[in-house]
């Protein structure tokens, strides 16, 4: 979260990262600054005190925004890939195709559609009457989880949660994968082989995080479970609700040249202000 916290404040006070593809992962740190928010903070209170009570509506209401950001984070990464498929394929393109305007209408759909795909779902979740044992078999509120615990038919909740997560994921998924195949193989045209090593070093390490991202969601959402998968469940959801937002921050914006020039002058000048301030 640090991480997350830590670019925005640094793209937001240097002027040499206004750019499209800063616009972007300004706002991929901040879907998961609130996104790790809504699942991290009760998880260590439960730890801490070992009061591991939730009432049925602080439930639901951590499974809407969990449900809204998550998806949003899916569109999210996709526009992101699109944005580097234009710069690095389309780069006569650029400036006209990602524009101000375009960079805004997509960051907003992406936010606009996982929103809207999570209240549906949620809609027809608070419909449900839970009973039975109350007890979440999990870390979090997630969907399966918690629609175990209801006494009424599930079926239609099931079912159009099933193709919201299915649109939410695939689709951005194949979008991302496309870009990223356009990208390599227009990498693997340049003909100066320290360039190409750089290039495909960056990329590889992007598309990682973004299959581990899309693929432990499509698992547990997406793919029809089994005794196996289900066991495992709890094990995947750590990767997209832990790691991809812990190893986000190092891999597209910690890495950057950029980012480091600008932190440094950060850092230069607090060290400037203090010193000058211990002198006094």
């Known amino acids: 979260m640090a991480g997350n916290i830590l670019i925005i404040a640094l793209i937001m006070s240097n002027r040499h990262l206004h750019t499209p593809m800063y616009f972007f992962l300004g706002n991929l740190s901040c879907l998961e600054t609130c996104y790790t928010s809504t699942i991290l903070p009760r998880m260590l209170v439960s730890l801490l005190t070992g009061d591991r009570t939730i009432s049925v509506s602080s439930c639901i209401t951590q499974l809407h925004f969990f449900g809204f950001l998550a998806a949003a984070e899916c569109y999210l990464l996709a526009a992101m890939s699109y944005d580097r498929y234009i710069a690095i394929c389309k780069p006569l393109h650029y400036a006209i195709r990602m524009n101000g305007r375009n960079c805004l209408w997509l960051a907003s759909v992406s ?17 449900l009457t839970f009973c039975g044992p109350n007890e979440i078999d999990h870390f979090f509120c997630d969907f399966t989880p918690m629609i175990k615990l209801s006494c009424s038919d599930i079926s239609l909740t099931t079912l159009v949660t099933m193709i919201l997560s299915s649109i939410e994921t695939l689709i951005p998924f194949l979008l991302t994968m496309t870009s990223y195949v356009c990208i390599m193989v227009t990498i693997l045209r340049i003909p ?13 390490s992007h598309l990682t995080v973004v299959t581990i991202f899309y693929g432990t969601i499509i698992i547990v959402y997406v793919m029809p479970k089994n005794s196996a998968l289900r066991e495992l469940n709890k094990v995947f959801s750590v990767f997209y609700t832990v790691l991809t937002p812990l190893a986000n921050p190092l891999i597209y914006s910690l890495r950057n040249r950029e980012v480091k020039e600008a932190l440094r002058k950060v850092c230069s000048k607090y060290l400037t202000f203090t010193c000058f301030n211990a002198l006094e």
């Open 111 to 127: 936010w606009i559609s996982g929103f809207l795909g999570s209240t549906i779902m949620i809609f027809l979740v608070s419909q």
């Open 192 to 204: 100066s082989a320290s360039r190409r090593q750089k290039a495909f070093s960056t990329c590889s």
